[in-house]
């Protein structure tokens, strides 16, 4: 078995290890992959916010949000390398 590496081990740590997998809202299932734009860069903090916003907690508390977004802000950068990274790595290589 090949260990996740990039996008693949970020999505795994943000989904299976803490359950931030997207939530229905609006009778729609809404996952952070939805707000990833085709081009262009992505950040740590705009990631971070993209699961909050996907988990329906965007209007959580502060403390709350301000523990999950530096978590997640944290996780990017240990699995993408960087703060920011070109759109085009933040897709699913594993099958």
Same mark, same amino acid.
């Given at each position: 078995? *090949?260990?996740?590496? !990039?996008?693949?081990a970020?999505? =795994?740590?943000?989904? &299976? !290890?803490?359950? =931030?997998?997207?939530?229905?809202?609006? !009778?729609?299932? &809404? =996952? %952070? *992959?939805? $707000? #990833?734009?085709?081009?262009? *860069?992505?950040?740590?903090?705009e $990631?971070? /916010? @993209? %699961?909050?916003?996907? /988990?329906?907690?965007?209007?959580?508390?502060? *403390?709350?949000? /301000? +523990?999950?977004?530096?978590?997640? +802000?944290?996780? $990017?950068? /240990? =699995? #993408?390398?960087?703060?920011? %990274?070109?759109?085009? +790595? #933040? +897709? @699913?290589?594993?099958?």
């Amino acid at each position: 078995m *090949t260990a996740k590496v !990039g996008f693949d081990a970020l999505m =795994h740590q943000v989904c &299976v !290890g803490w359950g =931030h997998c997207g939530s229905v809202q609006a !009778g729609k299932y &809404v =996952h %952070v *992959t939805d $707000f #990833m734009p085709d081009s262009g *860069t992505v950040t740590a903090t705009e $990631f971070a /916010e @993209w %699961v909050l916003i996907a /988990e329906g907690v965007a209007d959580a508390p502060l *403390t709350y949000r /301000e +523990r999950w977004l530096s978590r997640l +802000r944290d996780a $990017f950068v /240990e =699995h #993408m390398g960087a703060d920011c %990274v070109d759109a085009q +790595r #933040m +897709r @699913w290589q594993s099958k």
